[in-house]
């Protein structure tokens, strides 16, 4: 039985929103001021800071699985909120950053704790949430997180404008007290003692998730659309500058529009992927949409630039509604292909497969996008477009072995 606690559905989910605001607030002002933090106030070139951030990324999806798998076994909140007073403290220590062997050190226990975090995290939403709104509970948090995100930027840009030794510390020290207070609202969640293994046994029985192939195979289709994320963060904004013509601020406009748009609509449009079959055919939707969106960034490279600029931003939104549906999607695609006692280490495997996807596609995407112009756009959406039709006929093909 799960453990009982004075909370309320409702209020227990509120909780969890709580913690992932003050979580997501930490991101913002680390995400946005660490690069120059480290450049500036530390002294790293941006070429070491680069190099290691790949490398400890790399190195921390290798904790998705276990820790995931760890919490089937454990209670998936006291993991969490373990999990991220060890995140305060690791982020604490790059007050001590003054090398970049030390700085490497610190990164890969930040990426190892954070990556595992992410596994960890999805099983304690199913469990807070029940298999009928746990993909409900997972958009509402990504609409949570986006606030937050936005919140934790806005604050660091004070440290960015002073600029000073002591601000840039207090921007690591806010990070770390997010842990904090993220963990003690996890804290108020009841316990949630594992659940019973139960499951096909076909895949249980074949050592989990990293040996089952049909799951394997549908989580990578869902890894691919995930490149998408590239595309917005890093391949519009050099393509809208570089070709397309687009003055500067104009990135900021249109990342702005996707997180404005994210918080409306993250969880209208999570409806109806609760199911596997159901989740597979809205994969097939935000796959063409992001096919979709991927031609209109293409054509912004022959018009005037007012022209340019407004069809960047209605790409955007069009792109937007692809990643949403595709988030939605893969959270109800990789919930319902695993079993119900080894909900963490499938969320592992799908975020480990996502991160190897993420991991490659900066140099892929950059080459062929903007060496390759309209041609690698329409590569692109041709990728996206024939993943996303073929994923309902991989999802039936995966529940076969999960039948009883």
Known sequence: MRGISPLPPAGR?????????????????????????????????????????????????????????????????????????????????????????????????????????????????????????????????????????????????????????????????????????????????????????????????RGGALRDGRFLVVSGASAILATHQIVLTLVVPLWAVTVAGAPPPVVSAVLLTNTLLTVLLAVRLSRGADAAVPAAATMRRAGLVLATAMLLYATTVALPTWAAVTLLLVATAVYTAGD????????????????????????????MLAGLARAVAPALLTLVIIDGGAAGWLAVAGLFAGTALITPALTRWALDTRRV
């Open 13 to 205: 989910l509120r909780t969890l929103a709580l913690a992932t605001l003050a979580n997501s607030v930490g991101a913002g002002l680390w995400l946005t001021g660490a690069a120059l933090y480290l450049t500036r106030d530390v002294g790293l070139s941006a070429v070491q800071v680069g190099a290691g951030l790949s490398v400890a990324g790399l190195v921390g999806l290798t904790a998705s699985v276990p820790l995931g798998a760890l919490a089937d076994r454990r209670d998936p909140r006291t993991l969490r909120a373990a999990l991220q007073v060890l995140q305060a403290a690791v982020g604490a220590t790059y007050l001590l950053v003054d090398s970049f062997t030390v700085f490497l050190v610190v990164a890969v226990l930040e990426l190892l704790l954070a990556s595992g975090n992410l596994a960890v995290r999805a099983a304690l939403v199913a469990a807070v949430a029940g298999p009928q709104q746990r993909v409900h509970a997972f958009a509402t948090l990504r609409a949570v997180a986006n606030l937050g995100i936005a919140a934790g930027a806005g604050l660091a840009g004070f440290a960015l404008a002073a600029d000073t030794h002591r601000a840039y510390q207090l921007l690591v020290v806010g990070n770390a007290v997010t842990y904090l207070v993220s963990a003690a609202l996890l804290l108020r969640l009841p316990a949630y003692p594992p659940m019973p293994q139960v499951g096909t046994g076909a895949v249980l029985g």
């Open 324 to 351: 949403l549906w595709h988030a939605a999607a893969g959270a109800g695609l990789a919930y319902d292909l695993a079993p119900s006692g080894a909900l963490g280490a499938y969320q592992g495997v799908d975020g």
